[in-house]
T-cell receptor, first 118, second 115 residues
Framework: EPEVTQTPSHQVTQMGQEVILRCVPISNHLYFYWYRQILGQKVEFLVSFYNNEISEKSEIFDDQFSVERPDGSNFTLKIRSTKLEDSAMYFC????????????????FGDGTRLSIL | AQSVAQPEDQVNVAEGNPLTVKCTYSVSGNPYLFWYVQYPNRGLQFLLKYITGDNLVKGSYGFEAEFNKSQTSFHLKKPSALVSDSALYFCAVSRLYSSASKIIFGSGTRLSIRP
């Protein structure tokens, strides 16, 4: 079964540095998402992306965050100047619009990137 | 606004016994409900969904969930637990018929199955 892949699996970064998290969604999917899970807490929505623009974003997704689909396969999340509180597991997800009318296609999640800010 | 509540942080069950993981939801309009499971150091795996129709939905690994509109609940169940079912379980809700709907997750319930 096709999978969403994320790289790296673990990223360690100094506070204040920029970090880019990478995702390869399932190839025929057109909706892309980033979620975050701080250790021991719930999974939180960050942003959704469709047709090369943001569809929706949460309060967490402030000016320090940006997303991009630089080519036909990758979907990236950039954090411009990392803070200690950005330490979390970041999950990418994708979904297939072909089933939208039936609304029965769930989002497929990658295994996540664990981001540790020092 | 949409929200999901999982009242139990942890559920402990003996292998072979039935299990229930509780979930209640709040959403305007018709709910689109999910259960996801997370194994250690892994992403979220889809278990099952409810859109409409039969209130009892069956999913992966022998799990099922019962939608109860009057109680706004969507409890996850399995007739006979396995040790391998031990994991973190998330109930989730999304708006129906929205093309790029975000998923709102509950806080998660850790299921521990003892041999």
């Amino acid at each position: 079964e096709p999978e969403v892949t994320q790289t790296p699996s673990h990223q360690v970064t100094q506070m204040g540095q920029e970090v880019i998290l990478r995702c390869v969604p399932i190839s025929n999917h057109l909706y892309f998402y980033w979620y975050r899970q701080i250790l021991g807490q719930k999974v939180e929505f960050l942003v959704s992306f469709y047709n090369n623009e943001i569809s929706e974003k949460s309060e967490i997704f402030d000016d320090q965050f940006s997303v991009e689909r630089p080519d036909g396969s990758n979907f990236t999340l950039k954090i411009r100047s990392t803070k200690l509180e950005d330490s979390a597991m970041y999950f990418c997800a994708s979904s297939d619009p072909e089933n939208r009318a039936h609304s029965n296609q769930p989002q497929h999640f990658g295994d996540g990137t664990r981001l540790s800010i020092l | 606004a949409q929200s999901v509540a999982q009242p139990e942080d942890q559920v402990n069950v003996a292998e072979g016994n039935p299990l229930t993981v509780k979930c209640t939801y709040s959403v305007s309009g018709n709910p689109y409900l999910f259960w996801y499971v997370q194994y250690p150091n892994r992403g979220l795996q889809f278990l099952l969904k409810y859109i409409t129709g039969d209130n009892l939905v069956k999913g992966s690994y022998g799990f099922e969930a019962e939608f109860n509109k009057s109680q706004t609940s969507f409890h996850l169940k399995k007739p006979s637990a396995l040790v391998s079912d031990s994991a973190l379980y998330f109930c989730a809700v999304s708006r129906l018929y929205s093309s790029a709907s975000k998923i709102i997750f509950g806080s998660g319930t850790r299921l521990s199955i003892r041999p």
